[in-house]
């Protein structure tokens, strides 16, 4: 049998590894939710899920076959065609960030070398699919929730940007592992005062990206219903669903990564699952920080959300961004 | 169109078309089914059409047509989250033209009720204030469940006193129905010390909170006049400067007996109007406390127990009786032919009158502070519609 191409190998491997990631991340994104829902339920002196199987942790399960029998409504105004296209839209780029993840030393679909940027290109495209959605569905409520989400992005992806961009100065690189790998002695985060402020400017500008309380206008459900997803229902909404908490896993990773020092711990060298493990434990230390905040705040109003970003966060981040720029020269990369 | 809407039209909106939006009946923060068709440039609204009607129920004809012993329990239904003075002010009503005398005792387990009935209503409004401003989904549901908690307690107390939780016939002409419990007096102290706990956990969670101040300092401003010229009551004049509360300008129930305070704020926002009501909670438990403490000895009702329904018959005459609920002033018009029902009957709903000035404070906002205002006002649609 004729050896493959070295191509041809390394697709495979791709795809083989891309395939596993990916339904790694659907399986997390079912238990995600049901450890938010616990998280909540504890903060709000309930129980929570508890019925469906031991301490209800079968739930996820429960809800998925629900979502997958329940039949699928377009409404008769819909653009079709826009309307069915959007939940893909909106999926397809939470799933791509992962594709640039080290989950740890080596374990990952591609390290590439500008990783970040990756990220930080294809997290901002999901904004399509919220559009797409919104305008598809011919519904005011989701024609205002789309308008609210445009204005939204567009406003907290620069400043996203800016404070993701810290640490890539700070390490001297954008690949992801070289990163993480020079935060081996001290996460970013205690890097202080310009590491800390940084990862919670990250923290503030990943609640607008994830669009959670108080940054939820687009869903906003006590004006706008469900916002953009309104009309949706079914395996569609279970998409849009699948997608939002994808997106919000992604950019705990990216947290954990970028400030906590990704997969560095006790151990970590002795086994890349070790390693993994503290990725893990890291991001999801993350993912409920912003789940603390989203359970105990109100929202505030579009207006506020923008004034925000462009009088605060947008200055304070390129404050920040240029301060480190300057530590660093004067420092040399990596001191 | 309203010329208060095209006043913000002219104010330099610069194109393109209106959006009209209808948001409810069926709509999460209507409040029970209350519809608001709003003309939107961009976010901000510019014209209001209020749409009420939808839960009328023929109040004011079952009202003529039931006895003045049947009345009151379907009077919880006013009001159905403060049925308790709702049925107050029918059966006082009643009193005051059948000119009926109400035993002390009576008269402080109406306080005691009516007070607790506050406490209950205005948790159930903080709670759901927060919904509409923090979403079923974040911070607002947080402190929803937590007020709920708190409500059920009260709730607790009125189901060990009358066997219902939410529309009760505890009040009846010439006094109350049962007398307390064994040990209710106990634990209503109980319940009332935990709930004032809480407050202060309420008050930390939302007044030190930057958002929360953000949403309702300044938004949905009612200034003194126009709180007067609408004639809104309750917390809501209150929170625009006016001492204007029943409980002290007309005493009833022996209201005059008791030691609290009327809060007034001056600014006449949202967050007025949240810090009247958070005074209020603490002043009801004071009260509760007080008429605990000076609870007299003797009967229940100056009548003996009824054997049908007919049975009680109030003078000729006609009279207006009113009482402050928890969402302002809630009056009985009543006139009375002799027979066992009155004659003709005429409820004054408080949110139907602090539902109206909703149009004169919402132009020109966002649909973000439509709901928040909306939930600052309080409105039961129960008694708007009747």
Redesign the interface.
């Known amino acids: 049998m004729p050896a493959l191409p070295p191509l041809a190998l390394e697709t495979i491997r791709a795809f083989i590894v891309g395939f596993i990631v990916l339904n790694v991340i659907i399986g997390m994104v079912t238990y995600v939710t049901l450890l938010e829902r616990k998280f909540a339920a504890r903060m709000q002196s309930r129980i929570g899920p508890y019925r469906v199987g031991p301490h209800g942790l079968l739930q996820p399960i429960a809800d998925a076959l629900k979502l997958m029998m329940k039949e699928d409504v377009v409404p008769r105004q819909a653009d079709r065609s826009v309307y069915n296209l959007a939940p893909i839209v909106f999926l397809v780029p939470c799933m791509l960030i992962f594709a640039t993840l080290p989950f740890a030393p080596g374990l990952g679909v591609a390290d590439l070398n500008i990783g970040v940027l990756f990220f930080l290109a294809v997290s901002a495209m999901e904004i399509v699919g919220l559009f797409m959605g919104g305008w598809g569905s011919n519904n005011k409520y989701a024609l205002i929730s789309a308008m609210r989400a445009v204005n939204q992005i567009i406003s907290y992806d620069l400043p996203f940007i800016f404070v993701a961009l810290i640490p890539v100065v700070l390490a001297g690189s954008l690949r992801l592992s070289d990163i993480a790998a020079a935060q081996a002695g001290l996460p970013y985060v205690f890097w202080f005062p310009l590491g800390t402020l940084a990862f919670f400017a990250y923290i503030v500008a990943t609640l607008a990206a994830e669009n959670r309380v108080p940054f939820d206008i687009l869903e906003a459900e006590s004006e706008l219903i469900a916002g953009f997803r309104v009309e949706y229902s079914g395996m569609k909404f279970a998409l849009i669903q699948l997608g939002e908490y994808a997106h919000m896993i992604g950019t705990s990773f990216l947290g954990a990564l970028l400030f906590l020092g990704a997969w560095s711990g006790p151990w970590a060298d002795t086994s890349p699952w070790w390693g993994a493990l503290w990725f893990l434990l890291k991001a999801m230390f993350v993912f409920l920080l912003v789940t603390w905040i989203r359970w105990s705040f109100v929202r505030i109003r579009v207006d506020q959300i923008l004034a925000i970003s462009w009088k605060l966060l947008l200055p304070a981040s390129l404050l920040l961004l240029m301060a480190t720029a300057v530590v660093v020269v004067l420092r040399g990369p990596g001191g | 169109m309203d010329p208060e809407a095209r006043k913000v039209v002219e104010l330099g909106y610069g194109g393109s078309e209106r ?1 009209t ?2 948001m409810g009946p069926q ?3 209507a409040h029970g089914v209350f519809r608001a068709i709003l003309s ?1 440039e ?2 901000t609204v510019v014209g209001v059409d209020a749409v009420i009607g939808y839960l009328h129920r023929c109040h004011e004809k079952l009202g003529e047509s039931l006895t003045y012993t049947q009345y009151p329990s379907i009077a919880s239904k006013t009001d159905y989250v403060a049925a308790m003075t709702s049925e107050l002010a029918y059966v006082r009503a009643a009193e005051l033209v059948g000119k009926v005398e109400v035993p002390k005792r009576a008269q402080y387990l109406r306080v005691i009720v009516a007070e607790l009935q506050r406490i209950a209503s205005h948790c159930l409004w903080l709670g759901t204030w ?13 402190v929803f ?2 007020c709920i ?1 708190e409500r059920e307690w009260v709730l607790d107390l009125f189901e060990a006193l009358v066997g219902a939780r939410l529309l009760y016939g505890f009040h009846q002409v010439g006094g109350v129905r049962y007398d307390i419990p064994a040990r209710w007096a106990q634990k209503c102290r109980e319940t009332i010390g935990l709930v004032e706990r809480r407050l202060d956990e309420y008050e930390d ?1 939302l007044e030190r ?1 930057a ?2 101040q ?2 309702t300092q300044g938004v949905g401003v009612i200034s003194r006049e126009l709180a007067q010229t609408v004639g809104v009551s309750g917390p809501l004049i209150r929170g625009s400067g006016v001492s204007y509360d029943i409980r002290r300008l007309e005493p009833y129930s022996s209201y005059e007996e008791f030691d609290f305070k009327v809060p007034v704020e001056t600014a006449g926002d949202c967050y007025a109007r949240y810090r009247v009501r958070m005074v209020e909670f603490r002043e009801s438990i004071s009260i509760v406390r007080q008429a605990l403490d000076g609870l007299p000895e003797g009967p229940v009702s100056s009548r003996p127990g009824v054997k049908s329904v007919g049975q009680v018959r109030v003078a000729k005459g006609e009279g207006y009786a009113r009482v402050e609920g928890p969402r302002g002033e809630v009056g009985c018009y009543l006139i009375s032919d002799g027979g066992p029902k009155p004659y003709r009957m005429k409820w004054r709903g408080a949110s139907f009158s602090n539902l109206s000035v909703l149009p004169h404070i919402l132009i020109g906002t ?6 928040a205002i909306m939930g600052s006002v309080d409105p039961v649609f129960g008694e708007v519609d009747r």
């Open positions: 959006l939006m209808n709509h999460p923060s939107l961009g976010e927060c919904l509409d401003m923090g979403g079923a989904l974040g911070g607002g549901a947080t469940l937590y908690r969670m909170n958002f929360f953000a949403r966002k649909v973000a502070d439509v709901v």
